[in-house]
């Protein structure tokens, strides 16, 4: 089970790799993204923590799903 629980964290990590800065990529061309003045808006900066916090619980699976398999 333990090794199970290491594979579906670092499975997690790779997921959330893969797919959050493609759906940034996507948020940075969205025209409500930008207002006149070109400055950020709330969308981008709701956006910008929101894909943060996932690319970071990114990282802390990817290093407990290591310890969990390397223990």
Not at 42 to 60: D, M, N, P, S
């Amino acid at each position: 089970m333990i090794v199970f629980a290491g594979i579906v964290l670092l499975l997690n990590a790779v997921y959330n790799v893969i797919v959050w800065p493609r759906f940034w990529t996507r948020v940075t061309k969205d025209p409500r993204a930008r207002d006149e003045q070109g400055r950020p808006t709330a969308f981008y900066r709701v956006h910008a923590v929101l894909i943060g916090i996932a690319l970071l619980i990114a990282v802390v699976s990817a290093i407990a799903g290591v310890l969990v398999l390397v223990a």
